[in-house]
T-cell receptor, first 113, second 112 residues
Framework: AQSVSQHNHHVILSEAASLELGCNYS??????LFWYVQYPGQHLQLLLK??????LVKGIKGFEAEFIKSKFSFNLRKPSVQWSDTAEYFC???????????FGKGTKLSVKP | EAQVTQNPRYLITVTGKKLTVTCSQN?????MSWYRQDPGLGLRQIYY???????DKGDVPEGYKVSRKEKRNFPLILESPSPNQTSLYFC???????????FGPGTRLTVT
């Protein structure tokens, strides 16, 4: 079965620190990749997505992610986090022409002011 | 405003009492789905619908039913809720299967 792994359960950073959240997906051919964010008490919102083309994808709020096919990875990055980035972040993948969107278990990010 | 709405937002019920959580979208999306979110497990898909009258099981369909009689609505039905269905439920819609999904605000269900 297809799967998505997020390495960190909870990350705690100080403001202005750099962020990298890991995401690995299982092999399964063509894959579409997403990062969603869930702010406290809110619904999920799309941060960025990768379907094809440039493997470095830029999203909203200064986030970016890099698709590395050889490593089956799609890590999320931000050069300098803010307190308002405190949220839970979910990586998700969709393989081929069938099947469902599979989410990772999420990484909770806490940013200390 | 383009949105996905869910009702109710909070629900406490007892084991075995049938309930329906409604989901409606105003974006004319063809694809709709239901997820449950549990701590440490992330989001898991319950059911999805590619279009009107077309529904299919996701990863955790046991104990749930859905219907898609109209494009905009996709209710989730729990015929006989059990405590292990206590969870946070999200409805989502998108123009198609491979597109970004737009999520509703969530329904927190407690079954005692």
């Amino acid at each position: 079965a297809q799967s998505v792994s997020q390495h960190n359960h909870h990350v705690i950073l100080s403001e202005a620190a750099s962020l990298e959240l890991g995401c690995n997906y299982s092999y399964g051919g063509t894959v579409n990749l997403f990062w969603y964010v869930q702010y406290p008490g809110q619904h999920l919102q799309l941060l960025l997505k990768y379907f094809s083309g440039d493997p470095l994808v830029k999203g909203i709020k200064g986030f970016e992610a890099e698709f590395i096919k050889s490593k089956f990875s799609f890590n999320l990055r931000k050069p300098s986090v803010q307190w308002s980035d405190t949220a839970e972040y979910f990586c998700a993948a969709l393989w081929g022409s069938q099947g469902n969107l599979i989410f990772g278990k999420g990484t909770k990010l806490s940013v200390k002011p | 405003e383009a949105q996905v709405t869910q009702n109710p937002r909070y629900l406490i019920t007892v084991t075995g009492k049938k309930l329906t959580v409604t989901c409606s979208q105003n974006m004319n999306h063809e694809y709709m789905s239901w997820y449950r979110q549990d701590p440490g497990l992330g989001l898991r898909q319950i059911y999805y619908s590619m279009n009107v009258e077309v529904t299919d099981k996701g990863d955790v369909p046991e104990g749930y039913k859905v219907s898609r009689k109209e494009k905009r609505n996709f209710p989730l039905i729990l015929e006989s809720p059990s405590p292990n269905q206590t969870s946070l439920y999200f409805c989502a819609s998108s123009p198609g299967r491979v597109y970004e999904q737009y999520f509703g605000p969530g329904t927190r269900l407690t079954v005692t």
